[in-house]
């Protein structure tokens, strides 16, 4: 399966490089990358990571100003796209088919094809704004998956925080995997 990765300018570039990581280390998955100019500066703020190194970690990676990069298409044959993390202003972009870039063109092909799109929007708190533009691309078959941490797990790191959030993104995609604890119910001391 092809997924399209897209980190945006939002503050979580960790997210999509944690996917990617994943995503890499899962047989039958070809990952393409796309990087927003202000998603490579959180990552070069937010993490340790160089861009080439998260550049290394994709199967291919395309220019956000190649509007015609193959991923822009829909005749290119995709699986997913998951934007992570998400900004606003993307958000804003796919949700009102504001394709200007190739990260927009890439999600609003991947909705017309009817494909699974993923955006982890990394925003708090929400104006009637935000969430209408989330609320039109739900109705449009996007899934918002904010990064919501769940504490049940004990988490004693941001990586295990981390993962979650990841863990949860395989899952909406069906792509099995064991980075997190599930929920098994309490259990009886």
């Not at 970690?57 to 395309?62: E, K, M, N, S, W």
């Not at 063109?105 to 991947?110: E, I, L, M």
Request: aromatic content about 4%; overall charge negative.
């Amino acid at each position: 399966m092809r997924v399209i990765v897209a980190i945006t300018g939002a503050s979580g570039a960790i997210y999509g490089i944690r996917l990617l990581q994943v995503l890499g280390e899962t047989q039958g998955i070809e990952t393409h990358l796309v990087v927003s100019s202000a998603g490579a500066m959180c990552i070069a703020y937010e993490t340790n990571w160089k861009l080439d190194e998260v550049h290394a970690l994709a199967d291919a990676v395309h220019d956000n100003s190649d509007i015609a990069a193959s991923i822009g298409s829909g005749s290119f044959k995709r699986g997913a796209m998951v934007v992570a993390p998400c900004s606003i202003k993307s958000l804003s972009a796919i949700s009102n088919s504001y394709n200007d870039n190739l990260i927009t063109r890439s999600a609003d092909a991947t909705l017309k094809e009817r494909k699974k799109l993923v955006l982890v929007v990394r925003e708090t708190p929400l104006h009637l704004g935000h969430l209408r533009s989330m609320a039109a691309l739900a109705e449009t078959g996007a899934v918002i998956l904010p990064p919501m941490p769940a504490f049940y797990t004990r988490p004693r790191a941001i990586e295990e925080i981390v993962d979650h959030t990841v863990g949860k993104i395989l899952d909406v995609l069906d792509i099995e995997h064991n980075i997190y604890t599930r929920w098994d119910g309490l259990l009886d001391s």
